[in-house]
């Protein structure tokens, strides 16, 4: 692996740093030329940033969720066992989002989403 400022072998250990949002993977020596980046989560967030996505649009939990969820489930004829293992979820996480007892994040919300063809996360009510 070569030092991606000076191109010298990398020999030894290896830094990760940033400059102006960008992240590098360099030696010792260019090490002092950026700050240092220690996490992985980091990187991520520094490549995503520079990437110049756009941002998604503000979506909400639906109010009723958990009443939604449970009719298109029933009405695909699936267990909260089947959904759970559909979704890669235990079924008592399942069973507490039908309860309204557990809100889910939007990774969860998502996945449901998709299993049962429906929305969860809508874009807020204009008051």
Same mark, same amino acid.
């Given at each position: *692996?070569? &030092? @991606?400022? &000076? ?6 250990? *290896?830094?990760?740093?940033?400059? @102006? ?8 020596? &260019? ?13 991520? *967030? ?6 110049g996505?756009?941002? #998604?649009?503000?979506?909400e !939990? %639906?109010?009723? =969720? ?5 009719? #298109? %489930? @029933?009405? /695909?004829? /699936? +267990?909260q066992?089947? !959904?759970?293992?559909?979704?890669? #979820? ?6 507490? /989002?039908? +309860? ?7 990774l !969860?919300?998502?996945?449901? #989403? =998709? ?7 809508v874009?807020? @009510?204009?008051?």
């Open positions: *692996m070569q &030092c @991606e400022i &000076c191109g010298s072998s990398l020999t030894g250990r *290896m830094f990760t740093i940033q400059i @102006e949002g960008a992240t590098f993977r360099v030696c010792s020596s &260019c090490a002092k030329l950026g700050s240092p980046v220690r996490n992985k989560k980091a990187v991520k *967030m520094a490549v995503k940033k520079s990437s996505y756009l941002e #998604e649009p503000l979506l !939990l %639906r109010k009723d =969720y958990n009443k939604v969820m449970r009719q #298109e %489930r @029933e009405k /695909l004829g /699936l +267990s066992e089947q !959904l759970g293992r559909k979704i890669n #979820e235990k079924p008592s996480v399942i069973k507490l /989002l039908e +309860s309204g007892k557990l809100k889910p994040n939007d !969860l919300a998502k996945k449901v #989403e =998709y299993a049962l063809k429906i929305k969860l996360l874009p807020p @009510e204009s008051e």
